[in-house]
């Protein structure tokens, strides 16, 4: 086996232990009367990191990472593990909104609003580029960046309306 093809059935494997964690924290969060925001851009998400990925398995299966990209991503997955830690069953990839649950404001959460998007703007170019894939990189940034402006935008509508209710 290449490491192209190690290190690409781990980030798959994690991906589909991540898919099943999320489902499970979401409906334990909507048993305790959350509420789902804009799921209409979800499958926008799911298909961008499906492309992503399923691209990245065409090209290059077959190569050896560079170590220094390889190094950073490995860097990214200690601060996703972060993230979820901190999160703990409240992580979920869809926009989950329990009411009159506070904020979470500590782990990573003490010094950015959206760290788990960080680690994933991160890892949508580091991975490309361990391979050489520039131009790769580049794309799919590009189309994750357009992805999370709807998405940010929405999880603050989400809060917002959320405030909104708590002062009734």
Known sequence: MTGGAALLAFVTAERLAELWLARRNTAALKAQGAVEFAPEHYP????????????????CWNAEPQAPWLAAFIVLQGLRIWVLATLGRRWTTRI????????????????LSHPNYCVVIGEIAVLPL???????????????????????????????????????
């Open 130 to 168: 361990a391979f050489g894939l520039v131009w790769y990189a580049l794309a799919f940034s590009i189309a994750n960046a357009a992805v999370l402006a709807i998405r940010i935008r929405a999880e603050r509508r989400a809060l917002d309306r959320r405030a909104h209710d708590a002062r009734g």
């Open 96 to 111: 989950i909104v329990l009411p009159e649950a506070p904020l979470v404001a500590r782990g990573p959460y003490r010094f």
């Open 44 to 59: 926008a998400i799911v298909l961008l990191h499906a492309a992503w990925l399923g691209g990245l398995w065409a090209l």
